[in-house]
């Protein structure tokens, strides 16, 4: 299923391969869909249901899968491979802290970034407050807005600047402030 987003000629938001990767690494592990869900604390029916692309899972979710199935929690989410240890908490805890600091050194309002990045500034203070965890797509969207990587924001695996070959398209909106 492909989402009414999606536009010709641009590179497909990174997230879209979600369903795809976990189905493929249950597979590999294999472990049914029920059995992956209990084994990470869900609900037995998560699993499978994600794997039907229906869902855009978040970053919580995504995290506790990537664990049981013993795989970077990057990989499932975007399909970029930042290998990790397994950490004694989620990873995922400290997005609010990342992106509170991200926007501030890049001297955006809660608006801007919510403007920026197509949510809003309630969006963006709820996260950084930690009073919602977001999705995986919506976390890709302010990673974009902020110019920063995505994995780095989601889980605070590699750097923060994109590397050279991921250097903002023209087509990009241009940040206020400072630039990286």
């Not at 990174?14 to 990470?40: E, M, P, W, Y």
């Not at 004694?88 to 309002?109: H, I, N, V, Y």
Request: net charge positive.
């Amino acid at each position: 299923m492909v989402p009414g987003v999606v536009v010709r000629g641009r590179q497909n938001p990174l997230h879209l391969g979600f369903a795809r990767r976990l189905a493929r690494v249950r597979k590999n592990a294999d472990i049914s869909g029920s059995a992956l869900s209990l084994a990470s604390g869900l609900a037995h029916n998560t699993a499978g249901d994600l794997e039907t692309g229906t869902r855009v899972p978040r970053l919580d979710t995504v995290e506790k899968l990537a664990r049981a199935l013993s795989v970077s929690p990057s990989f499932l989410a975007y399909g970029i491979d930042i290998p990790c240890e397994p950490p004694t908490q989620l990873l995922s805890a400290g997005l609010p802290e990342r992106l509170s600091a991200c926007r501030q050194m890049r001297k955006l309002s809660r608006r801007q970034v919510g403007a920026l990045s197509g949510t809003s500034d309630n969006f963006v203070q709820m996260t950084e407050t930690g009073r919602t965890v977001p999705s995986i797509a919506k976390v890709e969207q302010l990673a974009k807005a902020l110019h920063v990587s995505v994995c780095w924001l989601a889980f605070g695996l590699g750097h923060p600047e994109l590397p050279a070959n991921r250097r903002r398209r023209s087509d990009a909106p241009p940040a206020p402030g400072p630039q990286p």
